[in-house]
């Protein structure tokens, strides 16, 4: 996902900054976050955490590969305009849930 959030990174840079922090070197927020994944993507605005309902049952973070750069951009861009609005929960424009996956 490193190289997806690079190579958008151009794509978001008026609405959204990319920030890849290893874990195992700052870990203040490891627990509060349950950062234990291989691969977490959180979203902040204005120092407060930004929810996204994805439809997997956890709504704090994305903890597993989106591949597809447009498909990250219309999530970052779902989570800006909802922050904006002053919510703290967004829903995605896609459902990534397994139920329609055969």
């Known amino acids: 996902m490193d190289e997806v959030l690079y190579k958008i990174s151009e794509d978001v840079r008026n609405f959204a900054a990319i920030y890849l922090v ?5 870990a203040d927020f490891n627990v509060m976050y349950e950062l234990y994944d291989e691969c977490t993507c959180m979203f902040f605005f204005r120092n407060k955490h ?8 956890n709504n704090n ?10 498909e990250m951009i219309d999530i970052i861009e779902t989570v800006y305009r909802g922050a904006r609005k002053g919510r703290g929960l967004v829903v ?11």
């Not at 930004?50 to 049952?57: A, N, S, V």
């Not at 973070?61 to 447009?70: A, G, P, R, V, Y």
């Not at 995605?92 to 055969?102: F, L, V």
Request: hydrophobic share 25%; charged share 30%.
């Open 22 to 26: 290893d874990t195992s070197e700052v």
């Open 50 to 57: 930004i929810m996204i309902d994805l439809g997997t049952g």
């Open 61 to 70: 973070k994305i903890n597993f590969l989106i591949n597809d750069k447009q």
């Open 92 to 102: 995605s424009p896609k459902d990534y849930s397994t139920r329609y996956r055969y």
